[in-house]
């Protein structure tokens, strides 16, 4: 019902800058919170950032200062701007979304399939 399509991955030296985009597209009524996770190679998938409706926004530690989380609901968007960029900022990233469809008023989570983040030193 409601599909998610991240872009803007890539590869980037180091102190370098990204910007990711997830587009949700379907059936969507609306959408609630939304998130960036990361999962770099050999661990566990890790929140980024999370942005609510009313536009709060929260970061993991180890972004906070250098990436900043933003929506746009008119279209359906999350984007992550990724500032001064780490090799250890290396990993696919992954936006998560809770949306409703106009089929059903109930909050699903969807998942996109994944962009790669590549920093070299």
């Known amino acids: 019902q409601v599909q998610l399509v991240e872009s803007g991955g890539g590869s980037v030296q180091a102190a370098g800058s990204l910007t990711l985009s997830c587009a949700a597209s379907?059936?969507?009524?609306?959408?609630?919170?939304m998130s960036w996770y990361r999962q770099a190679p050999g661990k566990e998938r890790e929140v980024a950032s999370t942005?609510?409706?009313?536009?709060?926004?929260n970061y993991a530690d180890s972004v906070k200062g250098r990436f900043n989380i933003s929506r746009d609901d008119s279209k359906n968007t999350l984007y992550l701007q990724m500032n001064s960029l780490k090799p250890e900022d290396s990993g696919m990233y992954y936006c998560?979304?809770?949306?409703?469809?106009?089929?059903?008023?109930?909050?699903?989570?969807?998942w996109g399939q994944g962009t790669r983040v590549t920093v070299s030193s």
């Open positions: 379907g059936l969507i009524w609306r959408c609630d919170g």
């Open positions: 942005i609510t409706r009313d536009g709060v926004k």
């Open positions: 998560n979304m809770w949306c409703s469809s106009t089929t059903s008023s109930k909050l699903r989570n969807y």
